[in-house]
Structures are given as C-alpha cells and as structure tokens.
C-alpha cells in the first residue's frame, strides 16, 4: 500500500523550531521529487518548500526562505522540513507530496501537484 505519513507537528511559541518528517511506505522516494505545502484556515493551500528526487535542488517560498530547510534521506526513505524562527503565520496543517516526473521543484511548489499525498500534520505557533 502506498502511503506518505507527516510526523512531528505540534504546539510551539513564536522563535522555536520544529521538524517535520514525511515517511513514504510502498515506494521509494529517491526518484520522486517531495513537496510540503501548508493550509491555514481561511486561507488558501501553498507550496512551502520542494526538492527534486535526482539532483536534490530544493525551492523556497519567500514567506519561508532564510527560516526552512528541506532535506532527504533515501536510505530512510524520508523527507524533512526543518522549520527555524516559527512565526504565528505559520500555523497551518502541513502536508507532503510525492510527484514523478516533474519540470521543476519551483513548478511543483507552485502547481502543488502530487502524485501521493500524506494526511496532514498541525503546526500551531503561540504569539
């Protein structure tokens, strides 16, 4: 079964960090390029960060440039999103996505495509 599961959400104040982990089942994630996006409430979903399977190049939105870092572990068959300075702006429900064959990681973050997704993990950051 094909599956992407987000780990590693949860409650923290403004300034502190967290890390998100997005483990693939049923497939291996080494040529697919792996997005995070995010969805706030009343606000429309968007592409945070995305990283390509082959080269490992790696897209930013500027909200998050500077203060995330996206990186992989093939051997762990895991995706991670270092989230640094978290901003109350940056609560939302974090999801990941596997996609195959991609033009760019810009074009992927952008046209939030995803062959997989996973179900979604909270971030809230306390003011």
């Known amino acids: 079964q094909v599956q992407l599961v987000e780990s590693g959400g949860g409650l923290v104040q403004a300034g502190g960090s967290l890390r998100l982990s997005c483990a693939a089942s049923?497939?291996?994630?080494?040529?697919?390029?792996i997005g995070w996006f995010r969805q706030a409430p009343g606000k429309e979903q968007e592409g945070v960060s995305c990283?390509?399977?082959?080269?490992?190049?790696?897209y930013y939105a500027d909200s998050v440039k500077g203060r995330f870092t996206i990186s992989r572990d093939n051997a762990k068959n895991t995706v991670y999103l270092q989230m640094n300075s978290l901003k109350p702006e940056d609560t939302a429900v974090y999801y990941c996505?596997?996609?195959?064959?991609?033009?760019?990681?810009?074009?992927?973050?952008?046209?939030?495509?995803?062959?997989?997704w996973g179900q979604g993990t909270q971030v809230t950051v306390s003011s």
């Open positions: 996505a596997a996609l195959l064959v991609i033009t760019t990681v810009q074009d992927m973050c952008v046209a939030q495509e995803g062959n997989y």
């Open positions: 049923g497939f291996t994630l080494d040529s697919y390029a």
């Open positions: 990283i390509s399977g082959p080269d490992g190049s790696t």
